[in-house]
């Protein structure tokens, strides 16, 4: 054959061989915009979704031959019993992740996880009833505690120096017994109050001190979540 014949078939099929080579692979590129799909409580949710109903048509379709008495075996039974429930376990963290998503596009209309002190009452020396009830907040406290269950109150009494250490103490555990009902009649739950009687307020002796005969309601606030009772 002519040498230049050769050469020249070699360089027209060269191009078209070059044509029929498939493309590099780039696996960790693709992986990694795979993960970004489902990256992400809404990204798991709609995994796990998918992969619920993927498993909830295996077990379906098996479902389906035996109402119309196909052909089955043992192997089927257990291939339809582990699909179903995969299919509900895979239902089960989509819902998880479908509130864990909806608990951060919701979170900053709500309350933030936080604590704030407001005076409840005021109180004469050797008085457990109040003289001025701050009313507005005890209700707002109140009703903020009935509505939110997971949140908490701290009620804590002080007195003044006047009279013995152990009197002020039991005059505080009154003081802060008769808030902590007004709280209770405005919503709360009993179990939502912390009640302390510190006593004494620090200070000479025998000082009368309008400022420490109070007692101070400390609300927690608990953070916000959607579907609190999932689990």
Known sequence: MNRKLVYLSLAILAPALTACTPPAKDIPALRSEMDAAVAGNLGQALYHWEASEERFEEANHILGHWQNDHYWNIDQRQKAMNAARDAASHRLE????????????????????????????????????????????INVIGQY??????????????????GSAESNKRLAERRAASIANMLRQAGARPNQLRISAVGEADGPNNSPNQKHRVVKISTVHAEYVDCPKLK
Not at 146 to 154: S, V
């Open 94 to 137: 989509a819902e998880k992740a479908m509130c864990a998503w909806l608990t951060e596009v919701h979170s900053d209309n709500h309350d933030k996880a936080g604590q704030v002190q407001r005076t409840g009452a005021f109180f004469s020396t050797g008085s457990a009833t109040p003289y001025n009830t701050n009313h507005h907040d």
């Open 145 to 162: 505690l009935q509505t939110h269950p997971n949140a908490t109150a701290d009620v804590v009494a002080y007195t003044d120096t006047v």
